[in-house]
């Protein structure tokens, strides 16, 4: 019974954990709380690098949070968010960088990285058409051969194979 | 020609390897401030000693200075705090503190006990200007120039070896430029 008792406890425990972000940065309107969330899930803590501050407790990402939600109560544009804090913090604090010079090959590899690629299977689809087009690129001669050992003229082969077979 | 080909598997691995390379040593924690080569932000705060006193970004005119963010909460200030004294003393560097996020009695206690290397100690409870600077862990030591422009930021302890390695030849850089 008792530990019954504390499941429930637990459980119920766990789903006000889940709440307890909104009850601390209160937001007036539904989309304002979804922009809230948004962004502190694009804004990396400087401190604990590989979390998002909407997941860190570290004291600068509770900073963090507590302008990012000043400004979008005074209606500030997600720009105008993401500006205010890597004027502070630099170009780090955000995991989608803005697309400038520095950024530009960082933004432009997966396109680069396709590019090849379709280049190179390009080259390869070319040359085995031409491949196949041409022929095998045997002589008459050669092809004749081969058609003898291959077993097209069995006339030819055995008196072939009876002068050339040391057995 | 078609040889050559073979070696492109090579070629990108070595590529490869040397991108991994110049990655090795580095430290990830080691983030350059966002504020090099611009003012001060704009502040208000209270002398730690006198709550009526305050001070502005003029406290930094005049005079080459290490802003060096603190607090008693902070275990390896307490480490560094001998040789901010050695900076302070034997080599007459003007050091500005900012006491990040403490508390005063505290901090009082702290310099009385410690020794007070600190031209002047800026009380910033809510942690305001600590924020606008991008302090994300004490203690951060800045240079700032005569002008007040942030020149340089060191993130972790200020020892002897660090002076004279890093923050040395930066003062005495922005000393002589007049």
Redesign the interface.
């Known amino acids: 019974m008792k530990r019954l008792l504390i499941l429930v406890l637990l459980t119920v425990c766990s789903t006000a954990v889940l709440a307890v972000t909104d009850d601390l940065y209160p937001l007036a309107s539904e989309s304002d709380r979804e922009r809230f969330h948004s962004l502190t899930k694009e804004l990396r803590c400087?401190?604990c690098?590989n979390q998002n501050i909407s997941d860190s407790n570290s004291?600068?990402a509770r900073?963090m949070k507590d302008?990012v939600h000043r400004m979008v109560r005074e209606g500030a544009s997600n720009e105008e968010i993401f500006e205010a804090l890597?004027?502070?913090?630099?170009?780090?604090v955000r995991y989608k960088p803005q697309f400038d010079k520095r950024t530009a090959l960082l933004w432009a590899t997966p396109l680069i990285v396709i590019l090849l690629g379709g280049l190179l299977v390009m080259g390869v689809v070319v040359r085995s058409r031409r491949n196949s087009e041409t022929s095998s690129g045997l002589t008459e001669a050669q092809r004749e051969k081969a058609k003898r050992i291959l077993g097209d003229h069995p006339q030819d082969r055995t008196g072939d194979s009876s002068a050339k077979d040391p057995h | 020609m078609k040889r050559l080909f073979l070696f492109v598997p090579v070629v990108l691995a070595v590529t490869l390897g040397m991108v991994l390379l110049a990655g090795i040593g580095k430290d990830?924690?080691h983030?350059?401030?966002?504020?090099i080569g611009k003012p001060v932000p704009a502040f208000e705060l209270a002398k730690l000693e006198s709550p009526d006193v305050t001070f502005n970004t003029d406290v930094f005119k005049g005079q080459v200075s290490l802003l060096n963010v603190w607090g008693t909460w902070c275990p390896s200030c307490r480490d560094e705090h001998p040789d901010l004294i050695w900076l302070a003393q034997d080599k007459g560097v003007p050091i500005i503190g900012l006491n990040y996020?403490d508390n005063r009695d505290q901090a009082l206690q702290w310099l009385r006990r410690l020794g007070d290397p600190y031209q002047v100690n800026l009380f910033d409870p809510q942690?305001r200007l600590g924020?606008?600077?991008?302090?994300?862990?004490a203690p951060e030591t800045y240079i700032i120039d005569k002008n007040g422009i942030v020149r340089y930021r060191h993130v972790g302890v200020v020892n002897k070896a660090v002076w004279r390695e890093k923050l040395e030849p930066i003062v005495r850089s922005y000393q002589k430029e007049g």
């Open positions: 400087p401190k690098q004291p600068i900073d302008e890597v004027s502070r913090f630099g170009e780090f | 990830p924690t983030l350059e401030s966002a504020l996020k942690g924020f606008d600077l991008g302090v994300y862990g």
